[in-house]
């Protein structure tokens, strides 16, 4: 089990912005993977950014280039960069830690910092 903490959303315009935090209550070195998600009013929720235990990395292509995720082991917490911040960026996003436990992996979620994007 983990407890999530996201902080760092915001008002930002256009083109400015922002760092993501997820402080998570183990040590990431014991999580198979952690991401980031969004969800838009009337969207689905959808992934942005995931790292794996082994420091791969994956974006979904509406990021690519302008988004990055990484971690300080140090301090237990997962960042997202957001640069170049659009409006269609607009969205809850929400910090994810996959746990394996068994033959199981279990998804935990933080309680999600909105992000705010004017044009």
């Known amino acids: 089990q983990v407890q999530l903490v996201e902080s760092g959303g915001g008002l930002v315009q256009a083109g400015g912005s922002l760092r993501l935090s997820c402080a998570a209550s183990?040590?990431?070195?014991?999580?198979?993977?952690m991401g980031w998600y969004r969800q838009a009013p009337g969207k689905q929720r959808e992934l942005v950014a995931r790292?794996?235990?082994?420091?791969?990395?994956n974006y979904a292509d509406s990021v690519k280039g302008r988004f990055t995720v990484s971690t300080d082991n140090a301090k237990n917490t997962l960042y997202l960069q957001m640069n170049g911040l659009k409006p269609e960026d607009t969205a809850v996003y929400y910090c994810?830690?996959?746990?394996?436990?068994?033959?199981?992996?279990?998804?935990?979620w933080g309680q999600g910092t909105q992000v705010t994007v004017s044009s």
């Open positions: 183990r040590r990431l070195f014991t999580i198979y993977a």
């Open positions: 790292i794996s235990s082994g420091g791969s990395t």
């Open positions: 994810n830690a996959d746990i394996v436990n068994g033959n199981l992996v279990n998804a935990y």
